[in-house]
């Protein structure tokens, strides 16, 4: 086909890097020469086209690049025959569920939350610990103001009073199978003990996603006025730890702000 090397890098071939494979090869006197080569790519560029390279791989070759410092840093490359294409995750948008579903899902993440914030605290990351705090304290706002409109429109009774161990009070709400408990005002006389029989759903149903939870509370609300709703007294506590996250048992509502708008 070619006669000279010089005709043949007329032509386009040349000599192959190290980190090329493929293309259209040719032989002139003796030399491999080859055009419009495919170059091996690292892992994170692969990642970006949406490949993930195969465990068992080895590497085609490496690669050097070097700073203008002086400075560099090799790296391995690999050929699109040792790929497999990285899983496409399906996002499925949130949908509205059962309202009572909604708010026992919310209600479960609140506890959640405040037992992260704690043991984020005990392992010294504040901020994490802060975060967490954080996120719990806006969904115990999002879920006060939706047990307030559920017991108005009568899908949740109250059908009990509850006192904790610290006196504090709480009215237990029942409907449809679901069963939660606010804060309320102190009440005269005594309470039974009903610690096992404050919070429940209907046997074998399933927990909805946080996502579809939030989506159907915001719903719900939308269109309905903030409403100022009890809340216990702040529990005594060290200066430092206020700071940062509640203490591991506390899990009482705070909504006492003034706020036109949800914000949440």
Partial sequence: MFTTIKAAKQAGYRTRKKWEYGGQEVTVKGRLLVRHPKAAVSKTEWSKRGYRVLDEAVPHSSRTFAFKSGASYTYDVYRDDQLKPKRTLVVRPPVLINVLAAVWVINRRTKRCRDQASN???????SRAASAKEEKEQLNKLKSQALHY???????KIVANHRFPDKN????????????????????GEAPDLIN???????????????DALFTINHFLEGKAKVGVFAWPEKIRPRWLSRHVDEPDD?????????????F
């Fill in 120 to 126: 984020w605290y005990a392992k010294g990351a504040h």
């Fill in 150 to 156: 559920l017991v108005a429109e009568g899908r949740l």
């Fill in 169 to 188: 009070w709480a009215e237990v709400l029942k409907g449809d199978g679901y069963t939660f408990h606010r804060p309320c005002a102190t009440k005269e």
């Fill in 197 to 211: 029989e404050i919070e429940a759903k209907p046997r074998g149903s399933k927990e909805p996603r946080l996502k």
């Fill in 251 to 263: 899990d009482q509502d705070d909504d006492q702000d003034d706020e036109d708008e949800w914000g």
